[in-house]
């Protein structure tokens, strides 16, 4: 049997922290929270790599890493609300769950959100809860929310999701260029919302999050 606890301590000690992630909370919920349960069972084994983990048709689970490094950026605190869009099979929900007061998931392929719910339930993540409906929609009736995570890969992000965002609240979002990504943070104030690279990564782009196309005539 894998010793998939040891696989944990693992990729904190040579992905999470190596990365200047140093909060705690982000640390201790990592260690915390069985990632190998939130993958396919056929993606198991690699569930602790170094890497984007597919969850079939074009969606990933975001690197561990990539996962981290957002939170420590966005600081998530004990008493605020987070939207988690495209939380696939809820890793990286039952993660903000442990730092935040609550957590929304937001899941439009029906599947991952009912398996995502059950293993929500079964680790013990009762502050978090699955919203079924598409990504580019996020969950409007529970928010506005503190803060906001997208799952994925984005061309463009879709205005109804920016304006669930409290003023005051902060996004993270990786904006994809071709093959290359930027994590940028987002700030929302009275003005809009103003933003700040933060790290390179990659994934693919989630549905909704494509850039218009432009036909000329």
Known sequence: MPDFAERRRMMVDTQIRPSDVTKYPII????????????????????????????????VLLEPRTLAKMLDALDIQSDELVLDVACG????????????????????DEDLAEDAQALLSETGADNAIVHTGPLAEGAAEHGPYDVILVQGGAEEL?????????DGGRIAALMMNGALGEVKIGYKS???????????????VLPGFAAAQEFAL
């Open 158 to 166: 879709p205005a109804p999701l920016l304006a669930q965002l409290k």
């Open 190 to 204: 009275g003005t809009g919302i103003s933003w700040r690279f933060d790290f390179n990564a990659a994934a693919p």
């Open 28 to 59: 201790e919920a990592m260690l915390a929270v069985p990632r190998e349960q939130f993958v396919p069972a056929a993606q198991r084994e690699a569930a602790y790599a170094d890497k984007n983990v597919s969850l079939g048709g074009g969606r």
């Open 89 to 108: 099979l809820g890793y990286s929900t039952a993660v903000a769950a442990r730092v935040a007061q609550m957590v929304i998931g937001v899941e439009e």
